[in-house]
Every structure is written in structure tokens, then in C-alpha cells.
């Protein structure tokens, strides 16, 4: 039930914030290598002040995810759109981390989402973690290291 929720949640997100959508097409030169052109043309970004977060708290006050609404992120991927704060939008490691989000949403489907659920929850320390995986890949990125494919690279972990 709460995964059809959240879906349904990111899906009417996603529609109210497409006319302001950036294409990820720009960061095809700065993640050559990480990411094909065509998974960038696919994929998008918005910038904004807000970042949005489902309130599941007040759906589910029980399980303990008020946590989501009371962190403070620099971004959030939801299946192929990224929104970012406004503050960290010409940190090219916070799209690149956000894109790799999207490209495990893309390889696990809505798992991506009970797994990150279940991640921050409870820190269940799988390794790598989806979130470790993208804080990995973005510090090999900021290190000028060379690139890595990263579906293959995600898919290699799945």
C-alpha cells in the first residue's frame, strides 16, 4: 500500500513540475563516460527552493519516517527527474550523484524505493547501500578519477 502511494505521489510530482524541467543533456561533456547521451536526453532536473518530500509521516506516524521530512538534502531523485536546491545547483557532484539515483531507479523499479525506505529507516548496513553506492561514484568523479560506467557498474551490485 504505501509503495502505490509514494508512487502515485511522485508520478502527480512529476507532472506539476515538468514545464520547469531542465534536460541532463547539458552534462553530457562533464559525465562522458558515467552515463550514455541517450540515458541524459531521458533524464531531467528542476531547480528549485523546495525540495519536494512525501509527508509519510502523517500517513504512516508509526513507522518512524519523519526523519525524511526533517533532514535537510542538496537534491532527490524521482525515477528520471532530479530536483535540486537552489544552493547546490552548479555542484556538478550533486547532479552526477542524483543521476546515478535515477539510474538505479531505472534498474530496480520501484524496489529503488522500498530499498531507500528501508535503508533510511533503519541503516540496515547492506553493502554497498544505494546511497553509499552514489556517494562512491560521485567521490571518484570529484577526485578526477577515471570515469565508470554506471549502470554497469550498478547492475554489477543488484
Known amino acids: 500500500m504505501l509503495l502505490e502511494q509514494l508512487n502515485y505521489w511522485i508520478d502527480k510530482t512529476i507532472e506539476r513540475h515538468v514545464a520547469l524541467s531542465q534536460s541532463c543533456d547539458c552534462f553530457k561533456s562533464e559525465f562522458l563516460g558515467y552515463f550514455n547521451a541517450d540515458f541524459l536526453r531521458k533524464c531531467c532536473f528542476v531547480v528549485t527552493d523546495t525540495l519536494p518530500f512525501p509527508r509519510l509521516e502523517r500517513l504512516y506516524p508509526s513507522e518512524g519516517y519523519s526523519f525524511i521530512s526533517n533532514k535537510r538534502f542538496p537534491a532527490v531523485a524521482y525515477k528520471d527527474m532530479y530536483f535540486i536546491h537552489s544552493e547546490y545547483q552548479h555542484d556538478l557532484s550533486v547532479h552526477l550523484h542524483e543521476l546515478i539515483h535515477i539510474c538505479q531507479w531505472q534498474l530496480m523499479g520501484i524496489w529503488f524505493l522500498q530499498q531507500c525506505l528501508d535503508e533510511w529507516q533503519d ?22 578519477k577515471r570515469p565508470v560506467d554506471v549502470k554497469s557498474l550498478i547492475y554489477s551490485y543488484i
Not at 541503516?123 to 578526477?144: C, F, M
Request: glycine fraction near 10%; proline fraction near 5%.
Open 123 to 144: 541503516d540496515n548496513g547492506l553493502a554497498p547501500s544505494l546511497e553509499q553506492q552514489a556517494i562512491d561514484i560521485s567521490r571518484r568523479y570529484v577526485k578526477g
